[in-house]
């Protein structure tokens, strides 16, 4: 019989019977018994030491999305577990596998406001898939696996794991105990087969139907499966910001991106379908604008693994619940095939005046300052699609999103749900790990990158690849086009006064480049490209720049605004 | 707007810790009066019975179900306008088990 180890051991080992090839941490009391244990696995586990525990999530979720494997935290309690809770939140939904595990007191302390003491599974239970408080170390092989489970499987998601210091120390007989079944919970529901027969039948029977499709695509590796299915049905798509990369950006049945900043086409095109076939998206409002005007004109087919997505926003007259990879295979199947469908003037129409109205004098303005989507176009002709993008949030995400190209899945990480500043620069860190060989961009704000610029530190220290691009225009930018649209330009508290940011990076041991003209815009790129490891390229760009074209809020989605002066009118 | 009815939830669950709170916090995001609230012990040995009586419309209703039973440990839950329910679920929730088992240990 093997001797008796700590549950803080038979964690480290829990961790290897899952896979599990890199922790993104940060240590303190409660969860020191834990890290002594990490002495022994050091050569089978990487630890990323980060600045901050909000960058350990941020890290964990960008490695999630780049690789759909789970990301795994582990910090201590009181205030390590609480500065993780923004990106659980960011993970629960935007349903990214993560699974986090936070030391805690000891059983006996447990209520009694004990020195660094929380309720974390209190604070975690809305924002988790799944939390537990694991108090023996018995439990902890089956807290373990139970929680990867949960977190990689059906509509994926974050758990969250409470540690107490006295599961850490107790002794327990190890033995692994794998989980793949969990009676009360069921992942991957079976598809009826009558629903697949009607939905094809309510495609077929469409003149001009209209795929809206999201992250499910990605999460279920559906990729090829949406692209037969729109080959076969000849129909038409557009994609959430989180869908982006599930079709290469030159799909012709790709008619762009979907929502707020997205493209003309595709919004206009859902006031214009007869069927709406929406797979594995929820109807976030960026998406749906005014949801008494969305989409009215059509039948819709909503296709989710999650029940409860069906008919929570949308009425629909048919909901399939499922796996996207199954339902578009059956799907596919089923329809008859088709050449051409009756759209015919919307995409183009669209386009043309998107690319004369918006894209030209965004990204090709010939004279003036720099324009931010002018950064993302001049890196997406270096790159070629090939690079995995990640975002923060604000005006740089929205560029980021509508001008780079897309050749593969997995290239495209953002906080889209919760649109968490502060995302980017982790989230590049952990994508980077998980893909070591692809090359990595993150593109933010002045504002954003400040938010967690603390983690030049886990890049310096871990020599992570990143190529952080900098859209600098000394304001909280998004937050300002707001004002000036919607609050009559009073500019409260948007601008911002930055430090030298190259001085920064310099500091941490970082190339970087501080760019003002757009002569020096495209070497400086290749620059960037051409030396390996991290750099820094901060680029002031013109500092009242929009975004657009631009649904305002609450408006219906083929209610859009093309500039200042002037708004989209279909049929003008 | 869809008028708002009384209407009756019923949820079996595993027993576990949590499970109180996570279930009344998909009512209070809603701002939901939970009218009447009743946890036991089911007729199946080892798992619990809740019955949440609230006042919705029922379109709300529909997602409120489907989120409770979207959490893990909750094996199925059900709603009806109160005072019309039928005697089903019990045999449904035995059935699903019952499937669950079998698909188990087909693993
Ligand atoms: C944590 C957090 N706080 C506040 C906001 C609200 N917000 C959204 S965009 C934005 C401005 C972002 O400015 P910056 O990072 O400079 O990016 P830009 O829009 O200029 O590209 C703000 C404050 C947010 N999304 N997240």
């Known amino acids: 019989m093997e001797q008796k180890i700590t549950g803080a051991e038979a964690f480290w080992r829990s961790l290897l019977e899952e896979q599990v090839k890199v922790v993104f941490g940060y240590p303190g009391g409660q969860i020191m018994p834990v890290y002594d244990h990490y002495w022994n696995y050091q050569a089978q586990i990487r630890h990323v030491l980060v600045r901050h525990e909000q960058g350990a999530i941020h890290a964990a979720q960008g490695y999630a999305r780049a690789s759909g494997i789970p990301g795994m935290v582990l910090v201590t309690s009181g205030p390590g577990a609480t500065n993780v809770?923004?990106?659980?939140?960011?993970a629960m939904i935007d349903s990214t596998p993560v699974v986090v595990v936070a030391g805690q007191v000891p059983c006996q302390l447990l209520g009694k406001d004990a020195f660094q003491e929380i309720d974390l599974i209190g604070m975690a239970t809305p924002i988790t898939k799944w939390s537990y408080q694991i108090r023996r170390a018995e439990d902890v092989a089956w807290a373990v696996s139970r929680a990867f489970y949960i977190a990689r499987t059906g509509r994926p998601g974050p758990v969250v794991l409470d540690f107490t210091k006295d599961a850490q120390a107790g002794l327990v007989d190890y033995a692994p105990k794998p989980c793949h079944f969990i009676r009360s919970y069921v992942p991957d529901p079976q598809v009826s087969e009558s629903q697949l027969d009607e939905a094809a039948r309510m495609i077929d029977e469409a003149r001009k139907p209209f795929v809206v499709y999201g992250q499910g695509i990605l999460l279920s590796g559906a990729e090829k499966e949406l692209a037969a299915f729109l080959e076969k049905g000849a129909i038409p798509a557009g994609s959430t910001?989180?869908?982006?990369?599930?079709l290469d950006s030159g799909n012709p049945h790709l008619k762009g991106m979907l929502g707020m900043h997205g493209n003309l086409a595709p919004n206009v095109m859902t006031q214009h379908c007869d069927l709406l076939v929406a797979v594995g998206m929820r109807f976030d409002d960026r998406v749906t604008g005014k949801l008494d005007t969305y989409a009215r004109q059509a039948r819709i087919i909503h296709i989710d693994i999650d029940p409860s997505e069906i008919g929570k926003l949308v009425p629909v007259d048919l909901g399939i619940v499922g796996d996207a990879r199954k339902v578009l295979a059956g799907l596919t199947e089923r329809i008859a095939p088709r050449t051409t469908r009756e759209w015919q003037m919307e995409p183009i129409l669209c386009d043309a005046v998107e690319k004369h109205k918006v894209i030209e004098p965004e990204i090709q303005p010939g004279t003036g300052e720099i324009n931010p989507g002018e950064v993302v176009a001049c890196v997406a002709e270096a790159v070629k699609g090939e690079a995995l993008i990640v975002t923060d949030v604000g005006q740089n995400q929205m560029l980021a999103a509508r001008y780079s190209r897309f050749v593969r899945p997995h290239s495209f990480i953002s906080s889209g749900g919760l649109g968490t500043m502060g995302f980017g620069l982790p989230a590049a860190i952990g994508a980077k790990i998980a893909a070591p060989e692809r090359t990595v961009v993150v593109f933010l704000g002045d504002g954003g990158l400040q938010m967690t610029f603390q983690e030049m530190g886990t890049i310096m220290q871990e020599g992570t690849d990143v190529k952080i691009v900098l859209l600098n225009n000394n304001w909280l930018g998004n937050v300002r086009m707001w004002q000036q649209l919607f609050f009559q330009e009073r500019y409260s508290c948007t601008r911002m006064l930055n430090p030298e940011f190259t001085g920064i990076a310099q500091a941490y041991g970082i190339p970087s480049l501080h760019v003002e003209?757009?002569?020096?815009?495209?070497?400086?790129?290749?620059?960037m490209f051409a030396q390996e490891g991290p750099f820094l390229l901060d680029v002031h760009v013109r500092e009242e720049s929009m975004v657009f074209p631009m649904i305002p809020p609450g408006s219906s989605v083929d209610e859009i605004m093309l500039n200042n002066e002037d708004w989209f009118n279909y049929g003008d | 707007m869809e008028t708002e009815k009384l209407f009756e939830i019923t949820a079996y669950t595993e027993n576990q810790v949590g499970l109180l709170s996570a279930i009344a916090g998909i009512f209070t995001r809603r701002s939901l009066n939970i009218e009447?609230?009743?946890?036991?012990?089911?007729?199946?040995?080892?798992i619990h019975k809740f019955k949440i009586i609230t006042r919705a419309a029922e379109a709300?209703?529909?997602?409120?179900?489907l989120q409770i039973e979207k959490k893990v440990d909750v094996i199925k839950s059900y709603?009806?306008?109160?005072?019309?329910r039928s005697c089903r679920e019990i045999d449904d929730v035995r059935q699903f088990l019952q499937e669950r088992e079998t698909e188990s240990n087909n693993i």
């Open chain 2, 60 to 65: 709300q209703i529909q997602t409120v179900v």
């Open chain 1, 241 to 246: 910001l989180l869908g982006l990369g599930a």
């Open chain 2, 79 to 84: 709603y009806e306008v109160d005072n019309e």
């Open chain 1, 85 to 90: 809770v923004t990106g659980v939140a960011d």
């Open chain 1, 517 to 527: 003209t757009r002569e020096e815009l495209p070497s400086a790129i290749r620059q």
């Open chain 2, 36 to 46: 009447k609230l009743l946890v036991y012990p089911s007729q199946i040995a080892g």
